[in-house]
Nanobody, 118 residues
């Protein structure tokens, strides 16, 4: 029911900023937990940030104070503002929607590459 597409990745120097956008073709429910994951080369996929139905957020320790997740359900869009980027932030970033209304479902985007390098 929901197709997700990420945009906004690219090459940026250390200390720079990027804003990732996750756009949904279908309706994002208020009850959906929206998250951003990332996977670095040769590493396991990890949770970067999540935002719940009430606006509560959770961040990986490595990005606290630097990244901000937000959502606009009316626009079916989720954002990840990334500031003070480090080379360790390099990876493919994926948008995820976790739905528990009526049944449990997960929706994933195709990913967008973020490279932090001088």
């Amino acid at each position: 029911q929901v197709q997700l597409g990420e945009a906004g990745g690219g090459l940026v120097q250390p200390g720079g900023s990027l804003r990732l956008t996750c756009a949904a073709a279908g309706r994002i429910f208020r009850g959906d937990v929206m998250s951003w994951y990332r996977q670095a080369p040769g590493k396991q996929r990890e949770l970067v940030a999540a935002i719940g139905s009430g606006g509560s957020t959770n961040y990986a320790d490595s990005v606290k104070g630097r990244f901000t997740i937000s959502r606009d359900n009316a626009k079916n869009t989720v954002y990840l503002q990334m500031n003070s980027l480090k080379p360790e932030d390099t990876g493919v970033y994926y948008c995820n929607a976790h739905r528990t209304w009526l049944s449990v479902r997960d929706y994933w985007g195709q990913g967008t590459q973020v490279t932090v390098s001088s």
